[in-house]
């Protein structure tokens, strides 16, 4: 047998767990299709993140990479002209701070992190199809043209958004409402903000959908729009054109970008809400976005793929001492993912819906709704949720709620932004 395990794609979730299996002693062999560097969409970081780094042995990298700092995120209002930033909160087991990241560089940090770690990295390496066997796993790869095939006793699939098992094995489901296209470019000369703002997110809020503002290090800045799937359908004209369009219909986007460059080509993402299964199987576990996808808005891909992977190693690992790759082994891996996910996973579509909104960007630290808030913007759902934390979202919604029925009673609009 070649491997132990065999790793399907070298994100951050095939980095992770590469990284965390090797170190239990476990033979890793990692198969990406493409040569890193390589431009990828999921730029800005949750401070979360940086415990993870630190677990892999990755921070002190990404720390002397020169990546902007991000402190907090600011959320813009459009239609009101209303502006609102959460700072990040200090005294927690991660930092109050975070980066924005150029993924090419980024991404690269973490694979080359895993080559330190004794995985055994192949790319550009595409894995093309898997039998799964009573004795072990098959993988067909292709490198240079020319196929083998490879034993491993588990399969990761970390192959992101592309959902290698569930294109097999599985299946993908669109969630209802969630259906957006991104299309999203980096630009030069970008206006930027002064001291702990410049590195912030910004969330400009419009009628027809928003943008993300991701400053960048070196004079770079990432816009994206991200709009619904059947705005996109029924615009006249190229993407270049409607890209163009939404920009002048966001003054503050328009404004900052008045003297700026665009250095890349237009990218678009569509489709990008959706859950995979099955996500756990005799002799394989998902990872990361081969999971699931729901929404950018609140930066939590890179999060959930690195934590999703470190559960994953965790639970191969188990499964080598027990003796039994089987299914049930990785159910308690299954379930900690969805406890992970699902505070923010809520926050989101929470978030679209204007009775909600309202609240978020009127922020009041009663009861601590303001610091369940953070918490769940810095990602620590997927590191456990306090009571506190619980009773103070659990707060926030009913008084969201609340403002629901205050809204209807006023005809003032309380259907969700989803609807976009």
Request: hydrophobic residues 45%; positive net charge.
């Amino acid at each position: 047998m070649n491997y132990d395990v065999v790793v399907v794609g070298g994100g951050p979730g095939g980095s992770s767990a590469a990284s965390f299996l090797a170190d239990g002693g476990l033979r890793v062999g990692l198969f990406e299709r493409e040569a890193f560097p390589r431009f990828h969409v999921g730029e800005s970081l949750m401070p979360a993140t940086m415990l993870l780094l630190q677990q892999l042995g990755a921070r002190e990298a990404v720390e002397a990479a020169g990546f902007q700092v991000k402190y907090g995120a600011c959320f813009i209002d459009q239609t009101v002209g209303q502006e609102q930033t959460f700072y990040f909160l200090s005294g927690r087991p991660w930092p109050n701070y975070t980066y924005q990241v150029p993924r090419a560089e980024f991404d690269t940090i973490l694979l080359d992190n895993a080559r330190k770690h004794g995985v055994e990295v192949n790319q550009p390496a595409t894995v093309e199809s898997v039998t799964f066997g009573p004795d072990g796993v098959a993988v067909t790869v292709s490198e240079g043209g020319v196929s083998r095939i490879v034993q491993a006793a588990v399969l990761v699939d970390a192959s992101g958004r592309d959902g290698f098992l569930a294109g097999r094995i599985g299946r993908r489901t669109p969630i209802p409402n969630l259906g957006k296209v991104a299309l999203f470019a980096h630009f030069k000369g970008a206006a930027r903000r002064k001291g702990r703002e410049e590195g912030n997110i910004r969330i400009y809020v419009a009628d027809e959908g928003w943008f993300w503002w991701i400053p960048l290090a070196g004079d770079l800045t990432s816009v994206g729009s991200v709009l619904h799937a059947r705005t996109v359908r029924a615009a006249r004209g190229s993407l270049e054109e409607l890209y163009a369009e939404t920009i002048r219909r966001c003054p503050a986007v328009a404004e900052g970008l008045a003297q700026a460059a665009r250095v890349t080509p237009l990218h678009r993402a569509s489709n990008f809400a959706y859950t995979n299964t099955p996500i756990v199987g005799d002799r394989f576990v998902a990872v990361g976005d081969a999971v699931a996808f729901v929404d950018p808005i609140f930066s939590g891909g890179v999060l959930i793929a690195l934590r999703s992977g470190q559960l994953a190693a965790d639970a191969i690992l188990r499964a080598f001492a027990a003796g039994d790759l089987r299914a049930t082994r990785f159910q308690g891996y299954a379930r900690a993912v969805n406890r992970g996910t699902a505070p923010l996973f809520r926050f989101i579509h929470k978030y679209y819906e204007p009775a909600f909104f309202e609240i978020l960007m009127n922020p009041k630290n009663v009861f601590g709704i303001y610091t369940a808030v953070l918490h769940v913007l810095s990602g620590g759902s997927f590191f456990g949720m306090p009571w506190r934390v619980r009773l103070g979202l659990s707060l926030l919604y009913g008084i969201a709620r609340f403002n629901a029925s205050v809204r209807r009673g006023a005809g003032r609009p309380i259907e969700s932004r989803l609807e976009w």
